[in-house]
């Protein structure tokens, strides 16, 4: 008896991309038949390698999974495999969002676990099968090494050409989101079109996805974004996926500098300003005369060290602005490597493993080379929140004229999350938005903007990116002209505009402020990175 083995769907893919195959598919079909008693006996739940071939020659679309382990499949793999790791997350988040319409063949050293992995994904409503005999059937031309996706830091290098290059000689990119629709309108990269993996097979998905374009897929943590790739590649397309998905695109870094003029003319300041890619995190390395001190470092902490050592300076200070609700901060690891002494605020509520080397208050000064931080009590967005101001001579400028140097101006403001570029930071994450708007009020008003207009404001998060190159900064006379409408509000109105205001909330906030408290043990760098997946939402836009 014939089954049918030339699936409809195999049909339809056929004619609907002028593909004359009839030949072949008539030799693909006598294949099955001569085998027809063999394959009826197995349920037709494996593959042979002689039909895997057939398949793969003729452009069919299927889904090939090698389940062995990574360093067995970079040393040969059959063209066109995916490396796919089988284990609880993949049963629990990864499986139930695969294509139902496509086959699935599964490849390991033998075949007996891919037996076992298809038998199990079956009652799911996926059609897998395993290739007999494993790879050791397989009679053709390997590959033997990975597929080079694309990094982070290279995306971003990608986008930012796209953004300053003509139309005519920029690499056209096509960011294609593979999560579910509210995965994707949780957070995602500025761009990307979203298309869930389990419908990117379907004839409608297929005709918005450009084949002209270099096509970027991306999911959270890499796994759907490389199934979605192997589908694309299947269908011709030019595709790539995002290496680490959304999870490395959060923690990735890049970097840029600048210097700034001091008292002493001969002498200046080296600034060097890290940025998480898609997080929005900004932390300082502020180095004079060989002694650095970092400002609100996030992990990985190797990063600050590696950086230090690049210029040559010794990190002898770190510090943190706040207790921070969007992410870990790292700044007790980095002291614990370097040596430093790590500076936090007196008036935030540390305990136990949270607490620092030294608390400081409003007025301290810190001397890192020949520069003198000064610490400002600057509440509102928390209640311990504090800013670090550099003035090259002395301190107590209240001034509002404008004093600008010829080339940059010498004094320099880290604000943290009270105060952006482009914004101020909201009040309302410990639940206390009534309580602290009248504080941030104060702050703002009877503190920050008394500063003269001249200094330069470096906060702890960005919304808005700009190409690396770019230090992502502003002067107070700046930021008091972009929020003049929220600024001139009378006190009483500020606090019922600030208070009256719904917003979505950081990632896992609760948990991040309790970790940053020390109220709760962090398990380490991975667990930091899986809490802060997700966009800033600490700032309120003026």
Known sequence: MYHGYCLPSEIHFATNYNVNLSYKYCYYNFLYMVNQQEIYQNNGFYVTSDELKLKLDNGLPLMLFDIRDSKQFEQKHIPGSACAVCNEESKKNIMPRLPKDMEIVLIGENEEYPKQMSEMMRPIGLNAKYLEGGILSWKWQFNESLDKDISPQELKRLLDSSSTSSSNDKETLFLLDVREPDEYKQWNIDGSINIPLGKLSEEESLILIPKDKKIVTICPHGNRATIAKYILERYGYNAA??????????????YTSDEYPTSNESAKVMLIQLRRIGKGCMSYILDSEGQSIVIDPVYPVDDYIQKASEIGTKISAVADTHQHADHVSAAKELAKKTGAIYYQSSYENYVGEGKGDKQVKDGDVIDIGKIKIKVLYTPGHTNGSISFLVKSNGYGDNNNNNNNNNNKNDKLLFTGDTLFVNGIGRPDLRDKAKEFAPTLYDTLHNKLFRLSKDVIVFPAHFDRD???????????????????????LDKQSFVDKLS??????????????????????????????????GPDRCSISM
């Open 466 to 488: 700009l190409p690396s190159p770019q230090v992502i900064s502003s002067t107070m006379g700046e930021i008091e002209k972009k929020g003049h409408d929220l600024l001139k």
């Open 500 to 533: 009256s205001l719904v917003m979505p909330t950081p990632s896992n906030f609760k948990e991040i402020i309790a970790i940053n408290t020390g109220n709760k043990p962090l398990l380490g760098p991975s667990e930091a990175f899986e809490l802060e997946i």
């Open 241 to 254: 996926s995002l290496e680490g998905g959304l999870k490395a695109w959060s923690f990735s870094f890049e």
